[in-house]
């Protein structure tokens, strides 16, 4: 089935700093992805919605300059949080599908940041 | 028995047992929906999908049930097994005739299967 990555697992950053987040399909061509954040106990939410190429279509409420996503090839998409902030500690997973007209996504495994 | 928490539903469940979770959908103009796990610091996992000219799936040891009238989503797991603890969401996603294929998450519930 179609696999999709994350990188870092995990990762603890200092207040302030910034920090990537890899989000690779591994075996198709990810026309769009999806990045989510989820809180303990609570559901996803949509953060921003990327197509290849494009610009990322952010959700209300979600800061595009803080948040800088990049989608430059069909297979990788990065989500920078700058100038983080221990509120920025979340659960982030990412979700990659083929074309803009399919039901069917994939997600990926999560990355856990800790912003100390 | 089922409770409902601050913020997640939990059910428990004794193994062996049927475990049933529900789930209430917002947009009557949704015509797909899914069922997704999620086990403890990982990804939502697809388990098993129904259009909504369907009122009925079944899959491996899970049937999805839709009632449109209501706006109710079900997820029946037969036999149920320890590794089967996990957080349940449902989602709902509109396609054609100008929906965005982006599936809308339910709150979630968290099944606990006692041994």
């Known amino acids: 089935g179609a696999v999709v990555s994350q990188h870092p697992s995990w990762v603890i950053c200092k207040s302030g700093t910034s920090v990537k987040i890899e989000c690779r399909s591994l075996?198709?061509?990810?026309?769009?992805m999806f990045w989510y954040r989820q809180f303990p106990k609570q559901s996803l939410m949509l953060m921003a919605t990327s197509n290849e190429g494009s610009k990322a279509t952010y959700e209300q409420g979600v800061e595009k300059d803080k948040f800088l996503i990049n989608h430059a090839s069909l297979t990788l998409s990065t989500l920078t949080v700058t100038s983080a902030h221990p509120e920025d500690s979340s659960f982030y997973i990412c979700?990659?599908?083929?074309?803009?007209?399919?039901?069917?996504?994939?997600f990926g495994p999560g990355t856990r940041l800790t912003v100390t | 028995g089922e409770s409902v928490g601050l913020h997640l539903p939990t059910l428990s469940v004794q193994e062996g047992d049927n475990s049933i979770i529900n789930c209430a959908y917002s947009n009557s103009a949704s015509d797909y929906f899914i069922w997704y796990k999620q086990e403890s610091g990982k990804g939502p996992q697809f388990i098993i999908d129904?259009?909504?000219?369907?009122d009925k799936r079944q899959g491996q040891r899970v049937t999805v049930l839709l009632n449109k009238t209501v706006k109710h989503l079900s997820l029946q797991i037969a036999a149920t097994q320890p590794g089967d603890s996990a957080v349940y969401f449902c989602a709902e996603t509109r396609g054609p005739s100008g929906g965005s294929y982006i599936p809308t998450f339910g709150r979630g519930t968290s099944l606990i299967v006692h041994p």
């Open positions: 075996d198709f061509q990810a026309t769009t």
């Open positions: 129904i259009r909504s000219n369907m």
């Open positions: 979700s990659a599908r083929e074309g803009t007209s399919s039901y069917e996504q994939y």
